[in-house]
């Protein structure tokens, strides 16, 4: 009698299975460090307010954009990035990372609770901005209700904004996917 030799499958034999996507491809890669450097380079630009002490970053309705359209994991670890890359420059301080990563971590939790939708847009920002605001009190002791009315601007901009950020981020995200 003949014995037969079991051998794995070629890989041709595998056609109708798809194959796992690893985390971290190379695509994901420079995906967040992409989406990092649009984080950092879009928190130095400030926009003035109407009064003194009230303009704001434009950096929030990206970030508000960026969770929307990729998700939390990439806009929690592109923000970590970006905030250490910061610091490391000098262009911020440790409060500062701790407030941005306060909004940051708003935002996560209500796109988790929201999912991509228009509400989200609209309420993630302010959400962020306030509990960022209620972490300041906290550190430096100030009023809460003063912070809060001087980002009330800053606020509007963003439940405002926020969709068109997400729209114009989610046309890219689709050009680069068709190539």
Known sequence: ME???????????TAGKEPKKKSGTGR?????ALLAALIGVSGMFKIPGIFPGTEFQLSASIAVGICGVFGFKKYITAGIIASVISLLL????????????????TVGVVWMALGSSRVFYA???????????AVITLILGKGFTAMWLAACPGMV???????LAAHLLRRCQRAVQRR
């Open 3 to 13: 014995t037969v030799k079991h051998t794995a499958l070629p890989a041709t034999e």
């Open 28 to 32: 994901d890669i420079c995906q967040i």
């Open 90 to 105: 000098g262009v911020q301080t440790l409060i500062s990372v701790c407030i941005a990563m306060t909004f940051r971590l």
């Open 123 to 133: 309420l993630s920002g302010p959400l962020g901005t306030t509990a960022a605001r």
């Open 157 to 163: 901009f963003t439940a405002l904004t926020s969709f």
